[in-house]
């Protein structure tokens, strides 16, 4: 009789106490509470990490900057426009081709104010380009994010008209770069 079970049935479950769901209950609780203060502490460490770091500076100008450029830029994307319905279809050779007729100075070409006005760099597409390819560029700046990376942070008019941000990361490779003293190159 191997494998049967001796009286036929097997036992009954144990029946459940009321007072053990409240434990349950009291468990999860106390892990979401654990949560919060972890996500608490962690965002608060990070704010003060980065209030007083140059990188978060940077990046707040930066930032502060794209709505204006983006503004200025759609302007000189107009003044495209215009001229090209006026030129069948072609693009100019500079930007200064563009006034007086479709900008009024060539102040509409320099976005920002003060201490570092960033000029606009203007690359006429050629019949091969994509839609994408960029026709007018600002740099606002550059972002430090850890010490031997930087994020070079562009407001960028496209071929179809589009008005997009670019961002371009150049990490230096400590043991490669010149400079490097001898025990970062070492193998």
Same mark, same amino acid.
């Given at each position: ?19 053990? #769901?409240?434990?349950? *209950? ?21 704010s003060k990490t980065l209030k007083g770091s140059a990188? !978060? ?12 450029? !983006?503004k200025s830029v759609q302007k000189v994307g107009s ?15 500079? *930007? ?10 060539? #102040? ?15 690359? !006429? ?6 839609? #994408? #390819? ?10 430090? *994010? ?42």
């Open positions: 009789m191997a494998g049967r079970m001796q009286g036929g049935y097997p036992p009954p479950a144990p029946t459940r106490r009321q007072g053990n #769901s409240g434990l349950l *209950l009291w468990s999860l609780i106390g892990c979401g509470v654990i949560a919060l203060l972890v996500v608490v502490i962690g965002g608060v460490l990070l990188g !978060a500076k940077g990046m707040m100008s930066v930032f502060s900057a794209m709505e204006p450029a !983006a003044a495209l426009e215009d001229y090209q319905k006026d030129h069948n279809g072609k693009y100019p050779a500079t *930007l200064d081709a563009l006034v007086p007729k479709y900008v009024s100075d060539k #102040s509409a070409f320099i976005c920002g104010e003060g201490d570092s006005p960033a000029p606009m760099e203007y690359t !006429a597409p050629k019949s091969g380009d994509t839609d #994408s #390819s960029v026709v007018v560029r600002v740099h606002l700046g550059d972002v430090t *994010l850890v010490r031997t990376q930087v994020q070079r942070m562009y407001v960028c008019l496209l071929k179809n008209g589009q008005i997009v941000s670019e961002q371009n990361v150049r990490t230096v490779i400590p043991k490669y770069s010149k400079g490097a003293t001898e025990s970062q190159r070492s193998y």
